[in-house]
């Protein structure tokens, strides 16, 4: 098996790395930047999003798994104590493999001639730095409303704990294949109206923003924000490809979203 690890790049992850490197190694695994079967991100959820995009264009053959060397992240959930037992299961067991929704955005420019397609294991945020951000806002093809305010998120299940849930949206598990759409600041009176609760949209779904005042729009793909003018239209629907996580012990979604956001539960006992 080849696998490659991604460093956040502090004096503490990279000796993780270098550590694994080796005993992984011993153990006959190849260290493989080119075509890793299994990326190990060592640093926190950002560390996680970056191991992700850079492996965007192999999520069929790549699995994923995180440790963090801060505090507990949602992706990065195998805790430095654990990186001995991590590094014998990874060498000596086959891993199950449990694979969650992500989104896919495609922007498309005035020009007719330009198409950007990202997928993004959170969210896309659609922001500018020019006032509000006006669009007409289509679901299946229909128009919804006419969304004037800060912006707009469209989330992945497995993002609905980020950004998405500070802006009120609500939490999806990932076994459900769907989009979550939730307002920054929609202004809204006698002129203006939008729905103003999160929706979500299944699978087949897409959600088509078509920009109708001109504005240089900051979109951003989980970490990653760039900035685009003449955009005609943002294109967000649940991507045909998935994130795969390599699984070597439960850990289910609820009880990770109870030990980021609740209290933290018995760790011992998720082998049970
Ligand atoms: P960052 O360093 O600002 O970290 C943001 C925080 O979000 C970290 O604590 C991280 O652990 C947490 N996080 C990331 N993904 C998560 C998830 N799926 N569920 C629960 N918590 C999660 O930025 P970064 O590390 O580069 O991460 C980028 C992410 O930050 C974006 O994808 C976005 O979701 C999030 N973000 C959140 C807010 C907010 O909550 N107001 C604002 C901007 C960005």
């Known amino acids: 098996m080849k696998f490659d690890i991604v460093s956040r790049g502090d004096h503490r992850s990279n000796n993780i790395k270098s550590t694994m490197t080796q005993y992984l190694t011993d153990f006959d695994l190849e260290y493989s930047e080119e075509e890793p079967d299994l990326v190990i ?19 069929n053959e790549t699995a994923f798994i995180g440790i963090h060397t801060g ?10 104590e654990e990186v001995e ?12 493999v449990i694979e969650y929704p992500i989104l896919e955005v495609t922007i498309r420019s005035k020009t007719g001639k330009e198409e950007d397609r990202f997928l993004a294991l959170n969210e896309a945020t659609i922001k500018t730095a020019e006032g509000s951000v006006v669009f007409d806002v289509d679901i299946k093809g229909e128009h919804f409303e006419t969304f ?9 299940p497995s993002g609905s704990t980020a950004y998405n849930k500070a802006l009120g949206g609500a939490i999806l598990h990932p076994s459900l294949e769907a989009i979550q759409l ?15 609760s999160p929706m979500i949209l299944p699978k087949h779904h897409t959600c088509l923003l078509k920009p109708i005042v001109d504005r240089s729009f ?3 793909i989980d970490h990653f924000t760039q900035t685009y003018t ?27 979203v109870r030990d980021s956001f609740v209290t933290e539960g018995d760790r011992t006992k998720m082998d049970n």
């Open 230 to 256: 003449n955009v005609k239209s943002i294109q967000c629907r649940v991507a045909k490809e998935k994130i795969r996580f390599a699984r070597f012990r439960p850990f289910p979604f609820w009880n990770r």
């Open 148 to 156: 004037r305010g800060d912006g707009l998120c469209i989330s992945t």
């Open 218 to 220: 900051l979109i951003a």
């Open 85 to 96: 037992r991590l590094i014998i299961e990874i060498a000596k067991t086959p891993y199950q």
């Open 182 to 196: 939730t307002e920054m600041a929609s202004i809204n009176n006698r002129v203006f109206r939008t729905i103003g």
């Open 41 to 59: 991100s060592v640093g926190g959820d950002g560390t996680f999003l970056e191991a992700f995009h850079r492996y965007v264009h192999r999520l």
């Open 71 to 80: 505090h507990l992240g949602f992706y990065a959930d195998w805790m430095l």
